[in-house]
């Protein structure tokens, strides 16, 4: 497809971009630190770590990881954790010491942990103490043995460290019992690995930075491959784009995960780059306390998707902030309702500015200028150095204004699916292009639109819910003949899981099929509406109809 999008670019943005200026995110660090030194990285409950702290700390648990451990290069680490200094601590000692990041959603089920874990092959994680009673139920099935540990004060200095943790451990009660044999504490690690100095490792574009981990279609997670050369490669596209809007010093609001991808590499590095203070908030969903955090910082940007920017809007303190150096608003994870970005402006003065992106594409694809004056409920024009195609179910491509399936090219699409070429060979073509299972739309400006989702994945406030997990949960409920699970719209998280059921026990209660479900799944995915019916809606070889019980919703 020509690039028509390329005439609708602000000024100053490139056409192409450098990959080349970073041979990995170890060389990114070392860069950042050099430059920007005993500027400040990050706050988390107060508490600041400069970019040489972060330095001296990811640099001892790179340590602890190489001398201590001995772990060989491409070991994958999984990271188990909420936004908390420890979790660049750790990222980056990954990264920087040759090793592979496993993000891992915190609110995981045993059986969605030890899925991951047994996928990845990761044999070190690192968790946080609140969730190490769902790490202890899965150790016995795998070969895990290094596990660190921490707090979620770990990191704050005495004596909120003591405070922080008595609170969340004896009045909030948020730390379930647990025992795990021959774990270390993240102190610890630090301390033993201060006496190992960090190792230079050979690191390049073609090694693998993340496997991070999608819904599929056969029901479990796939791990996403994502080189060195795909992360450099979207952070150099983000950073092209936004850079003539820069701030003289950013201040960036981290409310989503960032185990995310989303907000790992718009939040974590991207802003890395641009020497940015990076403001970490550990439980987005307490609105009040986030407000009051924000509050206390002149913010010049903040991420976030549709329901958080919702929820804040809601809150009547919010609207009292301070928004003065705020110049840039970003939403992604899933589509921006018009209501809320035109409440946004009228609220802030400033646009919120959509954008989309896969985790299979590191993840950004396209996005609004950030001289966009009015919402216009496209995802914007594809990000530099990026490529798209719109194609008809046989592959051909369509003409401008049709509506077919998005297909992407670029250096940010992830290199395959860990260990699955089966699952590869159905999204990524001999071409090089992308099937995202989005049908969408150009226009003569070059401005994409999603009209329709072309595969079943339902999308509850950013994350990927995909129907067949859902499904095979529940099939293995007592009682149950047939089950479909699809997407319903939600105000509050854009959309919602609905599953219909065929009962082989007519006593089987829409109670017992939530409660299955809240035990083996995350929050997320666990159905908000549950429809008995005698039979489920079929094609002639006897394949649920997923569309045709979206549309009888």
Not at 219 to 239: C, E, M, S
Not at 410 to 415: A, D, E, N
Not at 532 to 538: A, C, G, I, S, V
Request: aromatic share 8%; proline share 6%.
């Amino acid at each position: 497809m020509e690039k028509v999008w390329l005439k609708s670019y602000p000024p100053g943005v490139p056409a192409e971009i450098d990959i080349d200026e970073f041979r990995s995110l170890g060389d990114l660090f070392e860069q950042g630190v050099r430059k920007y030194g005993n500027r400040t990285a990050y706050i988390n409950m107060g508490k600041a770590i400069t970019y040489d702290e972060l330095d001296r700390l990811s640099a001892r648990f790179a340590g602890y990881l190489q001398g201590i451990l001995k772990l060989p290069k491409g070991a994958r680490v999984a990271l188990m954790m909420p936004n908390l200094l420890q979790y660049p601590i750790a990222m980056f000692g990954v990264l920087r010491a040759g090793y592979t990041v496993v993000n891992v959603n915190p609110l995981y089920t045993a059986r969605e942990l030890e899925h991951q874990l047994r996928d990845s092959g990761a044999e070190t994680i690192v968790i946080v103490e609140n969730f190490a009673h769902t790490l202890e139920q899965v150790l016995p099935k795998l070969n895990i043995p290094n596990v660190v540990v921490t707090s979620l004060g770990e990191m704050l200095g005495f004596p909120k460290r003591l405070i922080v943790n008595f609170v969340v451990r004896r009045i909030k009660k948020l730390v379930p019992a647990w025992r795990i044999r021959g774990h270390v504490s993240f102190s610890d690690a630090l301390a033993r690995g201060a006496a190992h100095p960090l190792k230079r490792v050979d690191v390049g574009h073609a090694d693998i930075a993340y496997l991070q981990y999608t819904g599929g279609t056969t029901g479990v997670a796939k791990g996403a491959v994502l080189t060195h050369r795909n992360i450099i490669a979207n952070l150099q596209q983000a950073h092209a784009w936004i850079d003539p809007f820069l701030a003289r010093q950013e201040v960036i609001i981290t409310a989503l995960p960032l185990y995310h991808i989303f907000s790992l590499t718009a939040n974590c590095l991207t802003f890395f780059k641009v020497g940015a203070i990076n403001i970490l908030i550990t439980n987005p969903k307490d609105i009040p306390g986030f407000v009051k955090e924000m509050g206390k910082h002149k913010f010049t940007t903040i991420t976030g998707v549709n329901t958080l920017f919702n929820a804040l809007l809601n809150n009547p303190e919010f609207a009292k902030l301070d928004f003065s150096s705020l110049n840039f608003t970003l939403g992604g994870g899933m589509a921006v309702q018009q209501a809320v970005a035109e409440k946004w402006r009228q609220v802030t003065g400033k646009p919120l500015i959509e954008a989309y992106g896969l985790t299979e594409t590191s993840p950004a694809v396209t996005i609004n200028p950030p001289t966009l004056k009015a919402f216009n409920q496209s995802i914007g024009l594809p990000l530099p150095s990026t490529e798209i195609s719109i194609r008809d179910d046989e592959g051909v491509e369509v003409g401008l204004g049709q509506p077919g399936e998005l297909c992407v090219r670029g250096p940010q699409v992830m290199r395959e699916y860990w260990n699955r070429p089966d699952e590869t060979a159905k999204v990524l073509g001999p071409d090089g292009f992308l099937r995202t299972g989005d049908v969408a739309t150009v226009d003569e400006a070059g401005f994409v639109r999603i009209v329709d989702r072309k595969k079943d994945m339902i999308l509850v406030s950013g994350f990927n819910v995909f129907p067949n997990e859902i499904e095979d949960v529940i099939a293995g409920l007592a009682g149950v003949l047939e089950v479909a699970a699809v997407g319903v719209p939600d105000e509050r998280s854009g959309e919602a899981v609905k599953v219909f059921v065929v009962r082989k026990d007519p006593a089987l209660t829409k109670e017992a099929v939530v409660a299955h479900c809240k035990t083996n799944l995350t929050a997320y995915k666990v159905p908000h509406q549950v429809e008995f019916r005698d039979e489920l809606p079929k094609t002639n070889v006897g394949k649920i109809l997923r569309r045709q019980l979206r549309d009888d919703k």
